[in-house]
């Protein structure tokens, strides 16, 4: 059985119902010994889902196992990149993030979890990225990483790994409100040549392949993520650009108010799931 998520579109994308749909059993247990929930009731603010499902369950054996030992896993590399960045000094300040956070896995345990959120001095919300950047320029005086890309997804990557097994617990109410309604009306807009909106694949379509690859609910909890076909590590800023490439529109800017709310959004959808720190994707 075939079916088919697009109206009007000049190209067709076929997704093959059912075909895909081969949950892992069990959950994602990495080293041997550290339990990860990938499979939790959806948010009571989530109206399509009734369970939340971390990307992980649908990959096939190989991809899974490479999460499930950290030597298997690429993206652990960029991790101790980030660990050496997390203590070496810089800009005119000569800190480190050390130096004012000291031990990360004390003072960056649940950071990750609650990301993006709202930052009350600058009255913003902010993703994980922006912190980092406002950081090095505040207080380090050192120039702002490149967004999405590079050194400051490995550090994210670090600071994520100290939460690693907490549940995600985004907010999503008070000073973020508004971001996040536009974040959702974001999610349900269909867009591009091909008139999807992020909901047609991951809400309507997930378990189901499109041409090779099996769907995902596109949840945010992996992030970043080592992608098998790119051999580089993703956040999720990185990816919503290729997602929205993807459906043949003109994207937005990767460090844009649009993306942010779009982030808050997708990343409450997860709220339960626990932080995976570094994931593994195709």
């Known amino acids: 059985m ?10 067709s994308v076929a997704i093959l119902a059912g075909a895909g749909m081969a949950l892992a ?23 399509g889902l009734t369970t939340v499902y971390s990307g992980w369950v649908f990959r096939d054996s190989f991809t ?7 030597f298997d896993n690429p993206g652990m590399l960029f991790v101790d990149a980030g660990e050496d960045m997390w203590n070496e000094p810089a800009g005119t300040s000569g800190k480190a993030c050390a130096d ?28 994980l990225e922006m912190q980092i950047n406002a950081c090095r320029t505040e207080n380090q005086g050192a120039e702002a990483l490149k967004y999405g890309k590079g050194d400051i997804v ?16 985004v907010a999503i109410d008070g000073p973020v409100a508004d971001v996040w309604a536009q974040g959702k009306q974001m999610y349900y807009t269909r867009t591009g040549q091909l008139e999807l909106s992020c909901a047609s694949c991951h809400e309507e379509n997930y378990g189901n392949l499109i041409r090779a690859e099996t769907l995902s609910q596109g949840q945010t909890n992996g992030f970043p993520v080592y992608r098998i076909k790119d051999s580089v590590l993703t956040s999720a800023a990185g990816r ?43």
């Open 64 to 70: 899974q196992a490479m999460e499930m030992d950290d």
């Open 154 to 169: 490995s550090l994210e990557a670090y600071i994520s790994m100290q939460s690693r097994g907490m549940p995600m617990n």
């Open 100 to 127: 004012c956070h000291g031990d990360a896995s004390e003072s960056m345990a649940g950071v990750r979890a609650v990301y993006p959120k709202w930052n009350e001095a600058a009255g913003e919300v902010r993703t």
């Open 25 to 47: 059993e069990g959950n994602l247990v990495i080293n041997g010994d550290l339990e990860l929930t990938t499979e939790a009731p959806a948010p009571s603010h989530i109206e």
């Open 2 to 11: 075939t079916k088919t998520v697009l109206k009007g579109a000049i190209t």
């Open 240 to 282: 919503f650009v290729g997602c929205v490439r993807d459906t043949k529109a003109e994207t937005y800017k990767i460090d844009s108010s649009d993306f942010v709310a779009l982030e808050l959004y997708v990343a409450s959808r997860g709220n339960g799931l626990s932080v995976e720190g570094v994931s593994v994707r195709n």
